[in-house]
């Protein structure tokens, strides 16, 4: 059962680090390309405590990649929170992916001529507290409880925790676990995410991801 959870959301977990989808949407409308990102915007390897086989990406590249078999929802307005879409069409950024005991983390540095709105996008990851799944993989269930975020000076912050299940998981089998926080301010996003019972601070994670981050931004 546990590996079934992980067919189901492999993709999500993927795309949520790098996709946007245009139509019904909680990101900004569409502006013209942002300054590049340079890949040492990015924590250097080493940084995250024991992570391992460190993958890269372009962010407008992964953008260009169409989703595969996108999911439809049954809760209105929630495909974003589900997918977890914090970066929406005309980003540009870098990220990486890295194995690390119980799972796996991400980051991604983007920027963007309109960030989306992290109090907006909490408000509506509320409403979207329990939504039903169904897509070619099956059908899982996300819950989704919003924390309390670190506070970054002249920055807004997010954190929230995804749990993926199957509709009718015993509670003594415990899905697949997200976690998310992200930082932005002007033009600049940082997103840190860990799937897996990894046992990474990832606020602490988060905030150092932004700091490193100012400097190869001139910020």
Not at 132 to 138: F, P
Not at 152 to 168: N, R
Not at 195 to 206: C, E, P
């Amino acid at each position: 059962m546990a590996a079934r959870i992980r067919a189901l959301v492999v993709s999500a977990a993927a795309v949520a680090t790098i996709s946007g989808t245009p139509g019904e949407s909680i990101q900004a409308a569409p502006a013209p390309p942002p300054p590049t990102v340079p890949e040492a915007a990015l924590l250097p390897p080493g940084t995250v405590p024991h992570a391992s086989a460190r993958d890269g990406f372009d962010v407008a590249s992964a953008l260009s990649t169409p989703d595969r078999g996108r999911s439809r929802v049954d809760v209105g307005g929630c495909e974003d929170v589900v997918h977890g879409r914090l970066v929406g069409d005309g980003a540009a950024g870098q990220g990486f992916q890295s194995a690390v005991p119980g799972g796996q983390v991400s980051e991604l540095v983007a920027r963007m001529t309109n960030p989306p709105d992290l109090a907006a996008w909490a408000a509506q990851a509320g409403r979207c507290s329990k939504v039903t799944v169904d897509d070619a993989a099956g059908t899982a269930v996300s819950t989704v409880t919003v924390h309390p975020a670190p506070v970054v000076p002249g920055a807004k912050t997010l954190s929230y925790e995804q749990l993926l299940t199957l509709p009718g998981q015993p509670p003594e089998l415990p899905g697949l676990r997200l976690r998310t926080v992200a930082i932005a301010a002007d033009d600049v996003l940082v997103v840190l995410r860990d799937a897996g019972t990894t046992g990474l601070d990832l606020d602490a994670l988060a905030v150092d991801a932004w700091r490193h981050a100012a400097g190869p931004l001139g910020r």
